[in-house]
């Protein structure tokens, strides 16, 4: 079960802020800044968010092993949360 929820976009970005703000804390600078570009790529169209997604991604392989246990569980909801919704469109 999980402990966050996402009500509309609105929470998504939150917890995605909530998330970038944490690695600024622990100084991932590279992850923050690769995370901050991904974001770039919404916009408004489905194409802007399946790259977000795999940029999003791809970030998340490379920086991982640098993630604390609570950092990493936020960002598999936020992928298994995007996952749902552009299978849903």
């Given amino acids: 079960m999980t402990k966050y929820i996402v009500n509309g976009w609105q929470d998504y970005w939150t917890l995605f802020n909530d998330l970038v703000e944490q690695l ?23 194409d802007g968010w399946f790259e977000f997604k795999f940029a999003f991604e ?21 992928i298994k949360t995007l996952n749902k919704s552009l299978t849903n469109r």
């Fill in 24 to 46: 600024k804390a622990d100084h991932q600078d590279q992850l923050v800044l690769d995370l901050v570009d991904a974001q770039q790529y919404i916009n408004g169209l489905t």
């Fill in 58 to 78: 791809k970030s998340l392989q490379i920086h991982r092993n640098k993630m604390s246990i609570d950092q990493i569980d936020i960002a598999d909801f936020l």
